[in-house]
């Protein structure tokens, strides 16, 4: 009876040693076949990606050069309005007193013309 049993027993190991060594084969398999795919299209899809990312640095590097470029196109129109600010009341100035100057002119010319045409006819009654 123990010959028995121990002839379960090797057979018993004997198929599972089969069966581990075809469970073996089958992994050394899926694990070279998970290995080519990896290398067949996630490898290109690496490189892809790597490419996308410096794409996008570049346009990063072009957007803050182009928001540099506004910001000093946005200092430059502010000084050009403070410029232009300034013309304007320097221009407003100029013409207040370019017209009491006027005034003053048409005042003094009226206010001759009244001496000088009293003093003809003042002189004419004479």
């Known amino acids: 009876m123990n010959t028995i049993w121990v002839g379960i027993?090797?057979?018993?190991?004997?198929?599972l040693t089969v069966v581990l060594v075809l469970l073996i084969?089958?992994?050394?398999?899926?694990?070279?076949?998970?290995?080519?795919?990896i290398?067949?299209?996630?490898?290109?899809?690496?490189?892809?990606?790597?490419?996308?990312?410096?794409?996008?640095r570049n346009i990063s590097d072009n957007v803050t050069d182009i928001t540099s470029d506004v910001k000093t196109l946005s200092v430059n129109v502010r000084d050009a309005g403070q410029?232009?600010?300034?013309?304007?009341?320097?221009?407003e100035n100029l013409l207040s007193a370019t017209t009491v100057t006027a005034s003053g002119l048409k005042a003094g010319v009226s206010a001759a013309m009244g001496v000088i045409l009293?003093?003809?006819f003042s002189r004419k009654g004479d």
């Not at 290398?39 to 996008?56: A, C, G, Y």
């Open 118 to 120: 009293h003093n003809l």
């Open 83 to 91: 410029n232009i600010r300034r013309v304007s009341s320097l221009v």
């Open 39 to 56: 290398e067949n299209s996630l490898n290109p899809t690496l490189r892809e990606v790597q490419e996308t990312l410096k794409s996008i």
């Open 25 to 37: 084969i089958e992994l050394k398999k899926t694990v070279r076949s998970l290995r080519d795919t």
């Open 9 to 15: 027993i090797v057979a018993a190991v004997a198929v």
